[in-house]
């Protein structure tokens, strides 16, 4: 407990610093802070990919991670729902925290874990089966066998996905039919039939059309006094459109992470700045 | 004479239609030759029979409940044998000395003769184990035959199995055999199945390596462990010590129209259900 403390501490202190106030008003006590990374360090063989990282998540706010390619910004998302360890190579210093406890403790229960911390994929897809057996999956993995609940779990997550009404009538045809922006809702939808805690986004709209990019934008919008939403993105609009917190990643450093208007408005950093504003990445 | 690009086109194009009439007119001419010499002699009372004097009269009904009882064991052991190796190999190790040993092993069991399967079979399971000429002894022979073919196979279609859908499944917290269980496997289940309809034509049309195991009894098999002639043996023996080759022909022909049918069969069977899922 002590620990998380300064965890708190240092964090609002690197917000401050970043953008020059403390942040009361979205970030209202200490509890609500779902994930905590404290000098997070990855590495894949010798390579380091993200270099002592030190951000907090809370619940109930989008947090928008941006950032050239090769920047570490997939690394830092799949770290925290310990993706990552399906790359032989991944090794890490440093420490997350999700609601206080070490994520890379060996007592935990990885599988659990990631039911709570969700993520969407850039490219949708969809398991080689009907819509209903995708948004399921999850929650008959994790041994739920009514199938009257199932049925009541795939509901709920395709209508907060905006996707119910598209789908009800044909819940037992391919996933693979579905269209682009569909399938990517679907995805959303079958992360959130598990009714995460956390939810995160590795550039869900990259391959999709406005309309279906602001369909997930909307859901987004909708989802977000549930969850924590972690959104890393390519398109800097998006995240001035989408988030309420934004972090600029650079070859695997956090450069400045702070309210989406300030950060948009008056970047602290000439990097920044230079990012936002177009002039490299 | 100088060969405009589009000549050398055509030309082409007719070798190539050439070599592929040939190849399908020798399979047809093979087919047709012994259906004209065997079919004939087909009947229902050939097939529900019991062979009489040593094969020239009556039936081949024995065999057939032979093969299908060595066919079967063998394809019952392998499968599950090969499947859950491939599935070791693939998901469950890293790429490494130990896989690539065992691959080149099992590439080495694929290229053995079936013969010396049969030799093996003989001193191993029949002498050793005390098995005797046996279908057991025989179907575990061929078992070790077609273990290469299954996991070869099985191999390819769980690699084809896109590494995305491992991440999803792992992402929606499942655990590492529920994705083995619920994705891949599910995915690259017709891969599977067509490297174990092969082995099954393997098996039944298999000579060498039921002779020095199985034996060749002509009476009906009761058990496992009695000994029984297959169609291919019975259709050997019969041409080879020049017993009946009508009786040889309309083994022969039985023997095709069974393999033709499990392809067939396996080959709708699939269609429907890729059609079903994809």
Redesign the interface.
């Known amino acids: 407990m002590q620990n998380n403390a300064n965890n708190v501490h240092s964090d609002k202190q690197m917000l401050q610093n970043s953008s020059g106030i403390i942040e009361r008003d979205i970030f209202p006590s200490a509890d609500s802070q779902k994930i905590v990374v404290d000098k997070f360090s990855a590495y894949y063989g010798q390579k380091e990919i993200l270099k002592k990282i030190e951000l907090s998540i809370f619940s109930g706010e989008r947090l928008a991670i941006i950032g050239p390619a090769n920047s570490g910004k997939s690394t830092f998302l799949r770290s925290l729902n310990r993706l990552n360890d399906l790359n032989h190579q991944f090794s890490y210093t440093g420490r997350i925290t999700f609601d206080g406890k070490d994520i890379y403790d060996e007592n935990v229960d990885v599988p659990s874990l990631r039911r709570r911390i969700g993520m969407v994929y850039a490219l949708p897809v969809p398991l080689p089966c009907s819509i209903y057996d995708n948004v399921a999956y999850g929650p008959s993995v994790s041994g739920i066998k009514s199938r009257r609940r199932l049925d009541e779990l795939v509901e709920l997550g395709l209508k907060k996905a905006f996707l119910w009404d598209e789908v009800r009538d044909r819940l037992n045809q391919p996933a693979m039919n579905l269209s682009g922006g569909q399938q990517q809702r679907m995805c959303l939808a079958r992360v959130l039939a598990l009714d995460p805690e956390v939810l995160l986004l590795d550039e869900p709209c990259s391959g999709l059309d406005p309309i279906s990019t602001a369909k997930i934008e909307d859901a987004l919008l909708e989802l977000k006094s549930r969850y924590a939403i972690v959104l890393v993105t390519n398109n800097t609009k998006q995240a001035a459109r989408a988030s309420d917190r934004t972090a600029f990643f650079l070859m695997g450093q956090l450069i400045e992470a702070g309210r989406t208007d300030e950060l948009f408005t008056k970047p602290t950093d000439k990097r920044t700045e230079d990012y936002i504003t177009g002039h490299f990445g | 004479m100088k060969i405009t690009p589009a000549t050398s086109q055509r030309l082409v194009v007719a070798v190539l239609w050439l070599i592929a009439a040939i190849t399908l007119f020798i399979l047809l001419f093979i087919i047709a030759y012994i259906f004209v010499h065997g079919l004939g002699n087909v009947t229902c009372s050939f097939i529900l029979e019991s062979p009489r004097r040593m094969g020239r009269q009556g039936g081949i009904l024995p065999m057939i409940v032979g093969t299908v009882y060595v066919a079967a064991l063998a394809v019952l052991i392998a499968a599950p044998v090969g499947v859950l190796t491939t599935i070791f190999l693939t998901e469950y190790t ?1 790429e490494g000395k130990l896989t690539s040993f065992i691959r080149f092993g099992a590439d080495c069991l694929a290229g053995i003769p079936s013969i010396i399967f049969g030799l093996f079979g003989f001193v191993f399971f029949v002498i050793v184990l005390g098995m005797g000429f046996s279908i057991i002894s025989g179907a575990l022979t061929l078992a070790l035959m077609v273990l290469p073919t299954i996991i070869r196979t099985s191999e390819e279609a769980i690699r084809a199995v ?1 590494q ?12 590492q055999w ?1 994705m083995v269980t ?2 891949v496997l ?2 690259a289940l017709p891969g599977i199945c067509t490297g174990i309809v092969l082995s099954i034509g393997r098996c039944v049309s298999e000579t060498a390596a039921v002779m020095l195991t199985a034996g060749s009894a002509l009476r009906m098999p009761c058990s496992p462990f009695e000994s029984s002639r297959t169609l291919s043996l019975h259709f050997y023996i019969l041409a080879r010590e020049g017993i009946s080759m009508e009786n040889a022909y309309a083994t022969a022909s039985l023997l095709i129209l069974a393999i033709l049918g499990i392809n067939v069969i396996a080959y709708l069977l699939m269609r429907r259900f890729v059609a079903k ?2």
């Open positions: 890293r896109p995305a859908y491992r991440e999803v499944s792992y992402g929606l917290g499942s655990t529920q619920r994705v599910k995915s899922v994809t």
